[in-house]
T-cell receptor
Framework: AQSVTQPDIHITVSEGASLELRCNYS??????LFWYVQSPGQGLQLLLK??????LVQGIKGFEAEFKKSETSFHLTKPSAHMSDAAEYFC??????????FGAGTRLTVKP | KAGVTQTPRYLIKTRGQQVTLSCSPI?????VSWYQQTPGQGLQFLFE???????NKGNFPGRFSGRQFSNSRSEMNVSTLELGDSALYLC??????????????FGQGTRLTVV
């Protein structure tokens, strides 16, 4: 069965510093992978997705992620964090019938 | 184009009651899936509907049920509510199809509190 591991529950970075949120997946075939962001009390917004092709995917708000099949990873990165990036981030693998399996989430705090 | 609409946004119910939540997908989307979000268990998949048929179901008791109408709108029902059912319930819509390369769009959620 497909699953996702986000090993970091909470990450703190300084404004302007680079950030990396880690994600490892388990899936029998080539997965469909996503990163979503959730601000407090809000729904989920899609940051980026990987279906196939180029393994480095660009998303909104300056985020990008690289699909590494050999490492079963899909880490999310951003070169320069903004205060507005503070939120909870979820890595997701999607199964056969649109059943998405979420990681536990990583809460990102950005210090001034 | 309108996004995914969930109603109501907030709900307070008493233990033992039942509740129905509604989700209107994006126009043209035929797949609706439901998720429960709690601090302890995180985001968990409940079930997914496509063209009025339930295609997949997560590991939840039979008290949780759903349906989808011909216009793709979906409802989720929870009977005999328990305190542990307090959660944010999110629905997501997508074009659907078998593992099509389409993304899911989420509604704002319904915050259910069971007292």
């Amino acid at each position: 069965a497909q699953s996702v591991t986000q090993p970091d529950i909470h990450i703190t970075v300084s404004e302007g510093a680079s950030l990396e949120l880690r994600c490892n997946y388990s899936y029998g075939a080539t997965p469909y992978l996503f990163w979503y962001v959730q601000s407090p009390g809000q729904g989920l917004q899609l940051l980026l997705k990987y279906f196939s092709g180029d393994t480095l995917v660009q998303g909104i708000k300056g985020f990008e992620a690289e699909f590494k099949k050999s490492e079963t990873s899909f880490h999310l990165t951003k070169p320069s964090a903004h205060m507005s990036d503070a939120a909870e981030y979820f890595c997701v693998v999607r199964g056969v019938y649109n059943d998405m399996r979420f990681g536990a989430g990583t809460r990102l705090t950005v210090k001034p | 184009k309108a996004g995914v609409t969930q109603t109501p946004r907030y709900l307070i119910k008493t233990r033992g009651q039942q509740v129905t939540l509604s989700c209107s997908p994006i126009s043209g989307h035929r797949s609706v899936s439901w998720y429960q979000q709690t601090p302890g268990q995180g985001l968990q998949f409940l079930f997914e509907y496509f063209s009025e048929t339930q295609r997949n179901k997560g590991n939840f008791p039979g008290r949780f049920s759903g349906r989808q109408f011909s216009n793709s709108r979906s409802e989720m029902n929870v009977s005999t509510l328990e305190l542990g059912d307090s959660a944010l319930y999110l629905c997501a819509s997508s074009l659907g199809g078998h593992r099509g390369n389409t993304e899911a769009f989420f509604g704002q959620g319904t915050r259910l509190t069971v007292v």
